[in-house]
């Protein structure tokens, strides 16, 4: 389970994107996760709530898009969907296929909260 | 009372108040979750290249082997490289007293509950070895053939042991870590006669289907089938470290 020391990384990100944007508050964060990046989408959403307890993002709602597993053929210069365990090209059957996605793991966005300018 | 910003205007008069200031914004980001791991695994790489230091990531399922591997590897060539290892493990220091008995400086990075290695770790861990004096580290990861593929350690090459006990489709089942391979060893085959199930042909199928094009070399560390191959492979990786590091100060 090493979801829990990713989250801690992304609080570490987040804190000071936030700190620098002088932000009081997270409140949305905004994840890219593949298939091939080692991470699994549940397990950072069980993860997040308590790597964050006490930090800007407590509370922040974590989104998780979730991407195909995508791969290119040199040999028929296509584009196809494949599986975590099988990047042949689903076309011509080729082994040497290309990763164009799947494994991201991204910090896509993060929705801060700023003090008012000005209350009232 | 606005409900975006808590100021006092409300509705279209909102649009037109110089008052009026949002207090959400969306910072658009794209940066990868492992940036403060990869930037410390980068530094390492750098010390490392500096040093000609090859460093060896080994990887697999506990038990694979790769402890006796490090002894039956150390034993032959540690009279040709000056090596060290860094051991990895959940608890205890007992592989690092193996590695030890060989003459081999060992540090025991011990990692509580932690499942994997992460590069500040290997980073705490080379302030104790002098890189100057050294040809070779070999980083025995945690035994856990999920977690340990999420980070870079600032290794130039993961290898990666599977050993025949533990069936020949764990490419299939763990793409992640095995696609991460520079180098597969499959390893215990003196144990194949008594198996009968493990086809090495089967889990190199399984690799490919993954794009790996990574060497695959069946070895035996207690009986020495093999090894030559893999000690071959590791003189190689050690003149590539050199001959990068010549070509970049020329």
Redesign the interface.
């Known amino acids: 389970?090493?979801e829990f020391?990713?989250c801690r990384?992304?609080l570490?990100?987040l804190e000071r994107?936030a700190r620098d944007?002088g932000?009081a508050q997270v409140?949305?964060v905004t994840?890219r996760v593949g298939p091939?990046?080692?991470?699994e989408p549940k397990l950072l959403r069980d993860a997040f709530p308590l790597a964050s307890e006490g930090s800007l993002a407590e509370g922040a709602e974590l989104v998780i898009e979730t991407v195909p597993v995508l791969?290119y053929c040199p040999a028929c210069q296509t584009d196809s969907e494949a599986s975590?365990?099988?990047?042949?090209c689903r076309r011509c059957g080729a082994?040497?296929?290309?990763?164009r996605g799947g494994d991201e793991?991204?910090?896509?966005?993060?929705?801060?909260?700023?003090?008012?300018?000005?209350?009232? | 009372m606005c409900q975006d910003c808590g100021c006092s205007l409300n509705g279209p008069a909102q649009r037109l108040a110089p008052l009026h200031r949002p207090e959400t914004q969306t910072l658009p980001l794209l940066q990868s979750l492992h940036l403060q791991n990869q930037a410390v695994a980068d530094d390492i790489r750098n010390h490392f290249a500096q040093h000609q230091v090859l460093a060896i990531n080994l990887m697999s399922s506990p038990g694979a082997g790769k402890t006796t591997l490090l002894e039956a590897t150390l034993a032959q060539l540690a009279s040709e490289f000056r090596c060290a290892v860094l051991e990895g493990d959940l608890e205890t220091d007992l592989d690092a007293q193996r590695i030890r008995a060989q003459g081999v400086p060992a540090l025991q990075i011990t990692t509580g509950n932690a499942c994997h290695l992460d590069a500040q770790m290997i980073k705490d861990a080379l302030e104790q070895l002098d890189l100057a004096n050294l040809d070779i580290v070999f980083i025995e990861n945690v035994g856990n053939l999920v977690c340990p593929a999420s980070f870079d350690l600032g290794q130039h090459a993961n290898v990666i042991l599977l050993s025949v006990t533990e069936g020949d489709d764990k490419p299939a089942k763990y793409p992640v870590m095995f696609r991460a391979a520079d180098l597969v060893l499959i390893s215990k085959i003196d144990l194949l006669p008594y198996l009968g199930d493990f086809d090495p042909a089967r889990a190199e199928a399984f690799l490919r289907r993954l794009a790996s094009q990574a060497p695959v070399m069946p070895l035996s560390a207690r009986q020495g089938e093999g090894l030559e191959t893999w000690f071959g492979w590791l003189r190689d990786q050690r003149r590539s470290v050199q001959t990068t590091l010549a070509a970049q100060s020329a």
Not at chain 1, 36 to 39: C, E, K, M, N, V
Not at chain 1, 105 to 120: C, F, G, K, N
């Open positions: 389970m090493h020391s990713l990384a992304l570490g990100q994107l944007q932000a409140i949305r994840l091939l990046s080692g991470a791969v975590p365990n099988d990047l042949r082994a040497d296929t290309q990763l793991l991204l910090l896509v966005s993060a929705d801060l909260r700023t003090e008012p300018a000005i209350q009232t």
